[in-house]
């Protein structure tokens, strides 16, 4: 078998490929072979050529296998018979070569010596210009993405490479032992190519196209750490830290669980610069949430610094401002909420502290909101201090707290403080570990030190994410900041059920009388913002259907689409519906996704039957559904799925027998009802049924 193993680079004697143009050689130059795949033979034409039964083409392949070496007779035979070949077997194959010779060589003269497919004492030999085999240049140009110092160099030469790649290779070799080796190599290559090309295209800036591609790598390859590292790189570059810091959890676990063992370095190290925000983490000219304006790009003796790039001047009053760059959804909608936060910015500059909580579904705009009035702040002359809660458990209790107080004392801190790695201490003549009450009490002494100099406006997102540590500081900072001019604002989800801790601040800031500001979906009018007259008023009234005005779910779907994708749904969509899902009991999970196949709108009598439940276990269900913001009531008797976009990715998670089988189910329950309500009412059920089957909408998705 020795003679069939093959090299890494070359066919046969001829030079290997060096870069593009009209490929020609000694031999076999208007002929080009390709084995990623089931097995072709390409004329100079580019067009397929018949090869022959079985055995020719499993005689080719073998030759192609071999790379330019020589391959026995005795070694083709028992390739293409076996351990039991005839008796004929010898003559049979110097026919199927013969016929293979006319192939490759059309001009060759009758009885002329062949230089493509030759012979002698050693065996048959295949001797065609490597150029014109998919296998090799699939091999070259695989090293040249590998070695490439330019992206764009490796991007093109990765995503060439990925071309040529029609299937499992060496497929009329049906998965032979002999042919393992080298189909495991290249099934290694090309692995190789995808990630190459992904990271070339997130170190040219375009993270936005490779989040779904590179969710379906790490699925396919869970153990592969640095397919989760570009993963959670791309999620963060794209300003969803939640998301990237739950991928790394997701390799963790997957790591434990599949290996026991822990993340490599590499993991561990862009988690911490992910928790830190590192600079190092965006591209050199990258776009960020909330560019600095030209008024406020120069650096203070007292600059505090926000969320990727958010700055404000406390000794100053330098202007903090959404440069040119800014994304849509920064300025779409949300006009009442902001004039209610102005108003509480104007309170708490007249001395009457102010407390405003901003809750919401994922991806209805709580964090844009807040960095919208972190902007405002800034231009009205506020110390803004802006942090997230990192959702990952490994975070430090108050670092939330630290990241505010290193913006808010980077220069000099009040008299009577000292910033400490817990977050804020006393002076050090005072106990080097203060209890948890005296560092609250330190945090609200420090707040109202620099509200004397000026207002300041703390933004703390993501609170449900907080510590309970952190949270009991927020409640002390309520709790005790009664007469400084300090304004806090913080977001929040509204489900699932707060903890105690998250139960307690809410209460203290209801006693506050704190703003509640609950988000719903945007209009389609403030969609038409949101999309910059990049959708049609019938795109736009899709999106509104289907998102229920989400601004992040019309964003990505609107992305999706006009990215030219063939269907499905958005990534990101698919993460956040999934995760809500994952969060509920599996009877849950399982109810829903056999009333999505009903459609958006379903009768619980008939989820019920769908998921073998009893009705009173069916509404238990619901109502944990209807907490978890995935279901409504609708018509009197009816459920419906808060977006279609749910109900879509629900349903895309049902198989397609199981689908059959569920809808042929529904059938069998709704006829009989169809059929009372129509004999009760005098209703025309076809025609009531053929309305409800009818409708449109570009974005509109009909199951």
Known sequence: MAELMPPTTTVAAAPAPTGGGRESGPTGEGVGIRVLGPLEVVGGDGLPLHVGTPKVRTLLAVLVLAEGRPVPATTLIDRIWGPNPPAEALASLQVYVSHLRRILEPERLPRARSRVLTFDHTGYRLTVDPRRVDVVRFLALVAEAEHAADPRATERAAAEALELWRGEPYADLGGQEYAAGAVARLVEARERARELRVSAVLRQGRHQEVVGELEALTHEHPLHEPLWALRALALYRCGRQGDALEVLRAARRTLADELGIDPGDELRELEQHILRQSPHLRLPGARTPLPVSPAASAPGPFQALGPAGLTATPATGGRVGTGTDATPRATAGRRGELAALDHLLEAGEAGRPGIALITGEPGIGKSHLAERVAVRGGDRGHAVAFARCPATPEAPPLWPWTRLLHQLVSGAAPEGTVPTASGVGPCPQADPAPTEFETCESAAHLLAAHAVQRPVLIVLDDLHHAAPAMLRLVTHLVD????????????????????????????????????????????????????????????????????????????????????????????????????????????????????????????????????????????????????????????????????????????????????????????????????????????????????????????????
């Open 480 to 703: 005790a900041l009664t007469h400084a001019r300090v304004t806090i604002v913080a977001t929040a989800r509204d489900w699932p059920a707060p903890c105690p801790a998250l139960a307690d601040t809410f209460a203290a800031l209801a006693r506050r009388h704190a703003l509640r500001l609950p988000l719903a979906g945007l209009t389609p009018g403030e969609l038409a913002e949101l999309t910059a007259g990049h959708a049609s008023h019938d795109d736009l009234r899709s999106l509104h259907v289907r998102t229920g005005g989400n601004p992040l779910f019309a964003i990505e779907l609107l992305r999706h689409t006009t990215a030219g994708a063939s269907g499905g749904l958005p990534p990101g969509v698919r993460d956040l519906v999934h995760a809500r899902i994952r969060s509920l009991p599996e009877p849950t999970g399982a109810l829903l996704r056999a009333a999505a196949i009903s459609g958006r709108h379903f009768d619980p009598v008939v989820a019920a039957r769908l998921a073998g439940l009893t009705l009173d276990a069916t509404l238990r269900h619901l109502e944990l559904a209807m907490a978890a913001g995935l279901v409504s009531e609708g018509r009197p008797g009816r459920f419906a799925f808060v977006h279609a976009l749910v109900q879509e990715t629900l349903a895309d998670g049902v198989s397609a027998l199981r689908r059959a089988r569920l809808n042929d189910a529904i059938d069998r329950t709704t006829t009989p009802l169809k059929i009372t309500h129509a004999s009760r009412t005098g209703t025309d059920t076809g025609a009531a049924v053929r309305r409800g089957a009818s409708g449109g909408g570009c974005l509109v998705r009909r199951r």
